[in-house]
Structures are given as C-alpha cells and as structure tokens.
C-alpha cells in the first residue's frame, strides 16, 4: 500500500515532487529528460539530437527532434513529441533532416526543413523500418525491415504475417534455436537491407530492392543492431555490413563478418573478412573510398574480447591493426573531416571518455573525460559529445576535435536540478585478488553529517564484463539510495572493463573466485576509510551477473549482510545452461564447453548447491520477457528462500525483459527494492538536514 500510495501521489503532483529542495529520488529519476543521439550538421554550426520526455500517465517516453546551435545558445524542438521522432540524420547539404516516426502504428521515415516546418513522410512501406542510412547524394535511400527472407516482395511478407494473425490455431513449429532472443519470440523474419530510390519531390519510389538476398542472418543484428553497423561507400557504390550468418549454429557463434554489395544489386555480397573466425563489425569507410575501417575481436565465441581497430586496403585485400598496444575495447568509430583521425568511447578506470586515434602512428588521446560519453558527432572543426556522470544526467558539450574549449551546449533539467540534493561521489582503489589493483566507488548519503553513521547499499554491477562507472544511469543508479540515506559501496571487480583486456578475461571460468574475493577486500577497505559507513546495517545488491552474485554470496558470503536483493540473476547454473538463448556467452563462461561436457564447471560456482547456508532476509524481482536469465531462475530462488523459511519477497514483472524499462515499473521497483532495504537496516526517512 505505502508504494501504491507513492506512485499515485507522484502520479497527481509531479510538478509538487520537484518544487522544493530535496534528496534525489525515483520520481526525479523517471521524470528526467534524457538528451542522446548528438549529429552535427556538414557546415559543423547546429546539432540534431533526441530528446526522451516522459508521459507518465501514458506510462511510457515521448520522442522528440531538437536543433541547438553548436556555439552555444537557446535549442528548439523541431517536432512535437506526439510523433515520436528519432534517429534524425542531415542531408549532404545541411538543409534539412531526416528521422524515423509512426505512421498508422508503422514505422517509416520522414524529413523535415532544418528551419523548422510541418514534417513529411517519405516513405510508405508496409512494414517497420527499423533504421536507415542516406546515400551520400542524397537520391537514395537504404532501410532494414523484417522480412521473410523467401518472399520475393515486401507484400508477401506482410500477406504471411496476416494470415497468422487470422488463423485461430496460435501454435508455432521451430526446427532450429533461436526460438527467442532478449524479449521477443522468433516468427521466421529477419532483418534484411532494402534500397529505394528518392524521386524528384524526395519521396522513395516503388518497390524498395534487396541487396542482402541469400544472407541468412540479421542487419544490423539483433536486439540492439542499428545503423552503425552499416554504411554506403563515399561514392554511393557500394554498402558494406556487418552480419551474422544464422545457419544452425547462431545462438553459439560469435563469427560476425562484414560483407560488401553494389548499391545498385547488381552482384551478390562479398565477405572481406571471412579469415577472422571471431567478430568484426561496425565497417567505416575513408572519405576517399581507398581504406575501409572497422572492429575486430580474434578470438570465437567471446562477446567480450577486446574490440581492436583495423584498417583494410580495399584494392590488395591488405589488412592492419590501429594502435594494437591500446589496451581498451573500441566502439562505432567516426572518422574526422581531413581522414586522418578516429574516433570513439570505451570504458577506461570508471570513466567512459571520448578517444582521438590517431590513424598512422596509432597514438590514442582523450578527448572528452570527465564523466561517460553516451553518444557524439565528428565535425569539420570540433566535437559534440553527449556527456553525464554521477551528478549530472546527459546533456551535448561542444568541443575543439582535440577536445580543448569543451562548454555545455544544452541545460534540458536545470530546473529540476536547482531543487535536488545528491550525494557526493569518491573513487578509491586497493589491492585484491591477486595482489592487483581494483578500483571502486562510494557515495555519501544525501546530508551526510560527518561523524554519523549510515547504512549501506552495496551494489554489485551485472555483465559481467561491465562496470560501475561514472556515469547516470536510469535502472541502477546509486544516487537514488544516497538520497534514501544510504551511502552506497560498488566495487570494479576482475572482470571488470576498462582495465586492460587480461583483467576483464579474469572472471571467466571463475564467477565465484576473483570477483568474490575482490568484493570482500573492496568491502574491508571502504569501512577502514569511509568511516561513516556502518558495518552492521548493510544489504547487498545486483542485478544479472551481480543477481548471481547476490545468490551467490547469500550462501557463501552471508555474514556481513542484513538483506539480499537480487533481480534476474542466475540462481541454477545447469538449467541457464538450457533455458538461456546466447549460448556463447555462458558455454565461454565455463572454459568454453557445454553442461554435458564438463559438469564440474557449471557445478563449481552454482548456488542452488549451497541454499542449505542461506539465511539473510532476500528480496528476488525477475521479468517475464527475460529471455537472456529466464524468470524461473527467480521463481526458483524465492521457492528455495520461502522452503528455508528465510523472509523473502518475489517482485514480478510479466512485462519487463532483463530491465526494468517502464516509467511506473521504475517507481514500483525502486520503492520496493527501497523499503526492503529499509526494513532490514532501519534507516530513517530523511529530508535535506534535517529528519522528517
């Protein structure tokens, strides 16, 4: 009742929830604009990107397209957030932009006047289009959709897909795996690259062409592909891609090649780099059409390989590694306005900067820092940046392209932010597992009066190759516990990036070694030098891998703990290895062998096997739509806790996948999660210095 009552009060006054000061919470959180997807116009002088404004009784977000000059000065939306524009994208000669929209409940792509104007729809397809790239002239037009990749026409596809709806039997025969992939159930489509030619109004004309026939898998790939992992060549020739080949071995294979096709189909696809059996993707080509850039990792059936930077001459085939002695995992590059620099962002000792490479001595130097970059731009002369960190949520900084001069550009929550209090975040290291340097954070309370003490929220981050980095994050961000009067303690365990690839590789094969013992140490640390923090009135929490981990240490590592969150995290070991659908990612996980070859080592770390030791307070919250960690993994750790007879709660959500996206969901977890925290530590409703 209490949560309910929370949610309905923010759902009545949300203007109420910001007028006065106050300790940062879930309402400021879900409330928040978020800025992203930063493109500069060609001249470099304005900036399109997104803006996400939240529609809390629709229970859901609101796109919008903005321009903001990029020497600083007001912003104004270009279109209204009922259309639910993203994705803008200039046109070569900077006069107007181009965004994906609903139409009819169908996503097609549309443009509008860069100085503003009704938009209008350029394309009328029957299905979804999922993301687009324009040719450099700007007279064609290149879109993924779903398709049935048997159909010769886009209406064969959409005739199939009614006939299905139609048919009163719902049952679906798969003779292959993936049956689903993240959230989403398989229907037979995959998506393909279609091209369309652009008439005299600017209009696409007739029946899109397939350049990706024969090719069985997905462009971009699934779920998170998007345009980034395809482009036209400088002359509008050719289109190079990144794909997967499906076949049977999808759900084990990391083996991503990047294939070229003429633009005008009139030759099949050719694979550039079918010699590297791990994956390369993200294709980029020099302005001058000679060179073709991408991302290579070297070894198969790892997602988290250290991402390397190459350079193919595209007439002798002849291929080379950019700065190989980086230590750090690349993503999407862009390249500079005079062809002799490339850039990207990469997690790097818990930050996640903006990098400048430079291509010929391969010498890498920090461009933006200072927090994480979400998204940039490349311009002529200088950068764009969509910036946050652990005080700030994201807003676009310009910047010379060394990075000199970077200034805000947009100010989209000031005034949210005038009246929110968060806590004040300290980076610390110390020497873990293996005698090597492990880094972590802590985060006073909000009002932290020195001399008190404060229970604790130990967050454990998921991944496992991930991290906690400076950065503000919209599911687990740590100053919505600092603001409920908890501080916070997390831990960049081994396993970790942003440390070098040996470190990162470190907790394969070893989920319970290392990192435990990293967070046993970071733990020590944090009380012999936070002194605030209170020893006896601490919960651990964490979600996917930190979910395992929550499972995990609530048998082996119990002692420190008044109460356990733990949100769609691997309870059983033996049966992720047969319900999850990335198989690469658990069989690499465990030496790279299946369940049936090597038992031992899906056993050796399985918390199912030490439920008998349970025996602090645990909170499990699972989605329905997680495909990756399946939600019998939570039901059975609350069936395990409620048989002990440990207090336990189960949160479920039937419409959530691995996160918890919706904006009232947000609150209930956050509440929730929250409250169990509360009432096992017995920490006090605070306001800004004062009690309640």
């Given at each position: 009742m209490k949560s309910a009552l929370a949610v309905a009060l923010v759902a009545v006054l949300p203007a109420a929830a910001i007028a006065e000061p106050h300790p940062f919470n879930v309402n400021d959180l879900v409330m928040m604009d978020r800025v992203s997807d930063p493109s500069l116009s060609p001249d470099g002088r304005q900036i399109a990107f997104s803006v996400r404004e939240t529609d809390y009784d629709a229970n859901k977000g609101r796109n919008s397209i903005w321009l903001a000059p990029a020497g600083g000065g007001a912003p104004k939306r270009l279109t209204d957030a009922n259309l639910g524009a993203a994705g803008a994208r200039w046109s070569a000669d900077g006069s107007s932009l181009y965004f994906l929209a609903p139409k009819d409940g169908v996503g097609q792509v549309w443009q509008i006047d860069a100085k503003g104007g009704a938009p209008r729809q350029i394309t009328w397809m029957p299905l979804d289009v999922n993301n687009f790239r324009l040719s450099p002239d700007g007279k064609r037009l290149l879109v993924s959709m779903d398709v049935f990749t048997d159909c010769e026409t886009l209406a064969c596809t959409t005739q199939r897909l009614d006939a299905r709806k139609a048919d009163k039997a719902t049952g679906t025969v798969y003779d292959k795996i993936f049956v689903r992939h993240w959230d989403t159930w398989a229907d037979g489509r995959r998506s393909q690259l279609f091209i369309a030619d652009l008439g005299g109004d600017g209009r696409a004309q007739g029946?899109?062409?397939?350049?990706?026939?024969?090719?069985?898998?997905?462009?971009?790939?699934?779920?998170?592909?998007?345009?980034?992992?395809?482009?036209?060549?400088?002359?509008?020739?050719?289109?190079?891609?990144?794909?997967?080949?499906a076949g049977t071995t999808e759900p084990w294979s990391t083996n991503f090649d990047i294939y070229a096709v003429p633009a005008d189909g009139s030759a099949g696809s050719l694979n550039l780099t079918a010699d590297n059996p791990a994956w390369d993707g993200y294709p980029l080509p020099s302005h001058d059409g000679k060179t073709l850039y991408w991302l290579a990792m070297t070894r198969p059936g790892f997602e988290a390989d250290r991402f390397g930077i190459w350079a193919m001459d595209l007439a002798t085939g002849a291929k080379r590694e950019i700065a190989p002695n980086w230590d750090r995992s690349a993503s999407a590059l862009k390249l500079s306005a005079d062809g002799k620099t490339l850039y990207t962002t990469s997690d790097d000792k818990g930050e996640h900067p903006l990098f400048a490479v430079d291509i010929a001595s391969g010498k890498v130097s920090r461009v933006v820092d200072g927090g994480s970059v979400a998204g940039f731009d490349i311009g002529p002369k200088g950068v764009v940046a969509a910036r946050n960190d652990l005080r700030r949520p994201t807003d676009l900084y310009a910047a010379d392209l060394r990075g000199k001069g970077l200034k805000q550009v947009t100010r989209f929550n000031a005034e949210r932010l005038k009246n929110i209090r968060f806590g004040e975040p300290t980076f610390f290291t110390f020497q873990g597992a293996k005698g090597e340097s492990v880094q972590g954070y802590v985060v006073k309370p909000v009002g932290y009066r020195a001399g008190k003490k404060y229970p604790v929220a130990f967050i454990i981050h998921g991944g496992p190759q991930g991290a906690m980095t400076n950065d503000f994050h919209y599911r687990w961000n740590p100053q919505t516990y600092a603001g409920q009067g908890f501080a916070v303690v997390t831990i960049n365990f081994h396993g970790s990036t942003g440390y070098g690839q040996k470190f990162t590789d470190a907790i394969s094969g070893d989920w319970g070694g290392a990192p435990l013992e990293d967070l046993k140490l970071g733990w020590a640390s944090a009380l012999e030098n936070f002194r605030f923090l209170d020893r006896d009135r601490a919960c651990a929490l964490g979600a996917s891998y930190g979910g395992f981990m929550a499972f995990w240490i609530a048998g082996v590592w119990n002692e420190p703990w008044k109460c356990i969150v733990a949100h769609d995290g691997v309870f059983d070991a033996r049966m992720m290895s047969y319900s999850?659908?990335?198989?690469?990612?658990?069989?690499?996980?465990?030496?790279?062998?299946?369940?049936?070859?090597?038992?031992?080592?899906?056993?050796?770390?399985?918390?199912?096997?030490?439920?008998?030791?349970?025996?602090?307070?645990?909170?499990?919250?699972?989605?329905?739509?997680?495909?990756?960690?399946?939600?019998?993994?939570?039901?059975?750790?609350?069936?395990?806790?409620?048989?002990?007879?440990?207090?336990?709660?189960?949160?479920?959500?039937?419409?959530?996948?691995?996160?918890?996206?919706?904006?009232?969901?947000?609150?209930?977890?956050?509440?929730?999660?929250?409250d169990w925290l509360k009432q096992w530590t017995a920490v006090e409703e605070t306001a800004v210095g004062r009690k309640k």
């Open positions: 029946e899109p062409r397939l350049l990706t026939k024969g090719i069985d898998g997905d462009v971009p790939s699934k779920p998170f592909g998007d345009e980034s992992e395809y482009a036209f060549s400088p002359d509008g020739s050719m289109v190079y891609y990144n794909v997967r080949i999850t659908e990335e198989l690469w990612f658990d069989e690499w996980e465990h030496n790279g062998k299946t369940q049936y070859e090597d038992p031992a080592a899906y056993e050796k770390f399985n918390p199912v096997n030490h439920v008998k030791d349970w025996r602090v307070p645990l909170l499990v919250v699972h989605g329905d739509k997680d495909f990756r960690i399946p939600s019998e993994q939570g039901i059975a750790a609350f069936t395990a806790a409620q048989r002990r007879g440990i207090p336990s709660k189960f949160l479920h959500f039937p419409d959530e996948n691995h996160w918890v996206l919706k904006p009232h969901n947000s609150v209930l977890w956050h509440d929730t999660v929250n």
